[in-house]
T-cell receptor, first 113, second 111 residues
Framework: GAGVSQSPSNKVTEKGKDVELRCDPI?????LYWYRQSLGQGLEFLIY????????KSGLPSDRFSAERTGGSVSTLTIQRTQQEDSAVYLC???????????FGPGTRLTVL | RKEVEQDPGPFNVPEGATVAFNCTYS??????FFWYRQDCRKEPKLLMS???SGNEDGRFTAQLNRASQYISLLIRDSKLSDSATYLC????????????FGTGTRLLVSP
């Protein structure tokens, strides 16, 4: 069966541009998570979705970051007016409700020039 | 102080060696604990959950000491394929998983 997929795999953008990152979770997984991993840093929690709602957005670093999920499936993470410090790998994970294991996608490597 | 602390390594060991990694966490209210494995430029994958009673999965043994807020992972008879970064992970939430990741310990197993 298909795992978590993310697109694009790589994105290079100029400072100040907006970017949109996409995550397709495993079918049937109601929980979806976004993380980012910067060089030499641990994974940083950004936001959690249960179905289409986001009970915890506490990890979003600024109001330039937003995310939505539609149909209880695909999620998009949008970064507006990108800055160089936004450069990182953005990872999406999904899980069955109440289950411990999170399954990660391959990530989107974002480079802001 | 970081919420989850690990020695970054690298730990360089020969094949067949036994190696142990340690991790400490700061939030005493943490609910559950895991070790994830991350290969270079790949996504993390769950290696094993960690229980207070200790648990074993083949060559891997994980232990949790809640009083000391300390988690360990022991790998016996290391294989070349064990070379990876091992992430100590703590779930701080109830009802859903709010995972806090350590920065990882890098293991290099050589022939």
């Amino acid at each position: 069966g298909a795992g978590v997929s993310q697109s694009p795999s790589n994105k290079v953008t100029e400072k100040g541009k907006d970017v949109e990152l996409r995550c397709d979770p495993i079918s049937g997984h109601t929980a979806l998570y976004w993380y980012r991993q910067s060089l030499g840093q641990g994974l940083e929690f950004l936001i959690y979705f249960q179905g289409n709602s986001a009970p915890d957005k506490s990890g979003l670093p600024s109001d330039r970051f937003s995310a939505e999920r539609t149909g209880g499936s695909v999620s998009t993470l949008t970064i507006q007016r990108t800055q160089q410090e936004d450069s990182a790998v953005y990872l999406c994970a999904s899980s069955l409700l109440g289950k411990n294991e999170q399954f990660f996608g391959p990530g989107t490597r974002l480079t802001v020039l | 102080r970081k919420e989850v602390e690990q020695d970054p390594g690298p730990f360089n060991v020969p094949e067949g060696a036994t190696v142990a990694f340690n991790c400490t966490y700061s939030n005493s209210a943490s609910q559950s604990f895991f070790w994830y494995r991350q290969d270079c430029r790949k996504e993390p994958k769950l290696l094993m959950s960690v229980y207070s009673s200790g648990n074993e999965d083949g060559r891997f043994t994980a232990q949790l000491n809640r009083a000391s807020q300390y988690i360990s992972l022991l790998i016996r008879d290391s294989k070349l394929s064990d070379s990876a970064t091992y992430l100590c992970v703590v779930n701080q939430a109830t009802g859903f998983q709010k995972l806090v990741f350590g920065t990882g310990t890098r293991l290099l197993v050589s022939p």
